[in-house]
Each structure stands twice: as structure tokens, then as C-alpha cells.
């Protein structure tokens, strides 16, 4: 089975999680990679978490790093079904509503911080994490990305 980086569309993914970060923050995400694919290989497997959801009404998750994976404590196939407000507790959902909604308008924020909850009933806070916007080739919005590298468990 192919890695799910290694396909077409998931090196297209990650030209767009790095295009759109240089776009809004002004600087590369924090990988050393030049071609394509040692791109979207060097994101799934970079020690920070790297995740992203679609532009639905109730947004899908279409991408999680190995970090994020194993933070959320699902296979790929299970976080990109899962719908993102599924990520942080029900009493949570009112703020990461706001904080997504405060993206889409200024582009991105750094220093988010937050309680997310995994697959298995597993709570933790997530802190410095930043979230911007994802642009498609043309510049149309096409989704959110978040990263992290600073988590503990509650």
C-alpha cells in the first residue's frame, strides 16, 4: 500500500500547506526539503504536528502528519473521515469555533493554545500552535492547517 504522502495527491497537499504558510506567515515551514516529494515526505514525517480540514459546512479532516496520528491516536483512514469540531471536547467546541472563525478572517494566528481529545477519550492541551489558511494554486480558500509541537496530556 502507498504512504498516503507519497500519492499525487498528498505532494499537491503538501506544495499546498507550505505555499499557504509562506503566504501568510512570511516564512517556510520548518522542514529542509526542495523537491515535491521529500517535501510532503519530510511533513508526514516531521516531529511536530501538522494537520489540516476541508472548506464543508462541518469540516473534514483531509490531512494528519505521523505526529498527528499518533497524538489523535488514529490511522489515516479514521482522521480523514472524522469531522474536525470531533477533535476538541463538546465544551470546547464554542472556542475552537471562534479561534477558526478569527482564521478566516485574518488569514492565521500564532500562540493558539487549547484542549483537543483523542480517538480513545485521551485529553491534552495543545499550546504555541498556529493555524492559517489554505490557498489553492489560483489563491481560493480550500481548507485550515494547524501545527504544534508542544502538547501535554491532561
Given at each position: 500500500?502507498?504512504?498516503?504522502?507519497?500519492?499525487?495527491?498528498?505532494?499537491?497537499?503538501?506544495?499546498?500547506?507550505?505555499?499557504?504558510?509562506?503566504?501568510?506567515?512570511?516564512?517556510?515551514?520548518?522542514?529542509?526539503?526542495?523537491?515535491?516529494?521529500?517535501?510532503a515526505q519530510a511533513l508526514f514525517s516531521a516531529p511536530f504536528v501538522l494537520v489540516s480540514h476541508g472548506t464543508q459546512a462541518d469540516p473534514v479532516l483531509t490531512y494528519?502528519?505521523?505526529?498527528?496520528?499518533?497524538?489523535?491516536?488514529?490511522?489515516w483512514d479514521e482522521l480523514t473521515r472524522t469531522p474536525s469540531r470531533l477533535t476538541a471536547e463538546p465544551v470546547a467546541r464554542e472556542d475552537r469555533a471562534r479561534l477558526l472563525a478569527e482564521v478566516t478572517q485574518h488569514g492565521h494566528i500564532a500562540n493558539y493554545a487549547g484542549v483537543r481529545i483523542s480517538k480513545f477519550g485521551r485529553r491534552f492541551r495543545?499550546?504555541?500552535?498556529?493555524?492559517?489558511?489554505?490557498?489553492?494554486?489560483?489563491?481560493a480558500p480550500c481548507g485550515q492547517a494547524a501545527m504544534f509541537d508542544r502538547w501535554d496530556y491532561l
Open positions: 500500500m502507498i504512504e498516503p504522502w507519497a500519492t499525487d495527491w498528498g505532494v499537491a497537499h503538501a506544495a499546498t500547506l507550505a505555499r499557504s504558510f509562506r503566504h501568510w506567515l512570511r516564512r517556510d515551514l520548518p522542514v529542509a526539503a526542495v523537491e515535491p516529494s521529500d517535501l494528519g502528519n505521523r505526529a498527528a496520528l499518533a497524538l489523535w491516536e488514529m490511522s495543545i499550546a504555541q500552535a498556529i493555524v492559517w489558511n489554505l490557498l489553492d494554486e489560483h489563491g
